[in-house]
């Protein structure tokens, strides 16, 4: 059974910073391309980093660049998102998501999401 477990969620400051821990199991992790996205109250869903071990590659969207920093560990079937400088507009719910293969930067091609954990930050 394929499970995504996100953790590491919370409140934080302006500037603060924040990392978040997505567990993954029952599927092969290097051949899978691992996607954060993000949600806030009522905005669609959005693509903020994605790694694929295989492909050897690494994505970041534009309004997060230079601010988090995606990292996996293969032999603990983990990745990790380090928020940094964080800002009001990173508040949401963030879900990581699994697919067999690259990357992709939207959530349609992944078929596999975890519950996501809350991520506020206030002023």
């Known amino acids: 059974e394929v499970q995504l477990v996100e953790s590491g969620g919370g409140s934080v400051a302006v500037g603060g910073s924040l990392r978040l821990a997505c567990a993954a199991s029952?599927?092969?992790?290097?051949?899978?391309?691992i996607g954060w996205f993000r949600q806030a109250p009522g905005k669609e869903r959005e693509g903020v980093a994605c790694l694929s071990a295989r492909e050897g590659e690494t994505f970041y969207a534009e309004s997060v660049k230079g601010r988090f920093t995606m990292s996996g560990d293969n032999a603990r079937q983990e990745v990790y998102l380090q928020i940094d400088s964080s800002e009001p507009e990173d508040t949401a719910v963030y879900y990581c998501?699994?697919?067999?293969?690259?990357?992709?930067?939207?959530?349609?091609?992944?078929?596999?999401w975890g519950q996501g954990t809350q991520v506020t930050v206030s002023s």
């Open positions: 998501a699994a697919r067999w293969g690259p990357c992709a930067v939207v959530p349609g091609p992944y078929p596999y």
């Open positions: 029952g599927f092969s992790f290097h051949d899978h391309a």
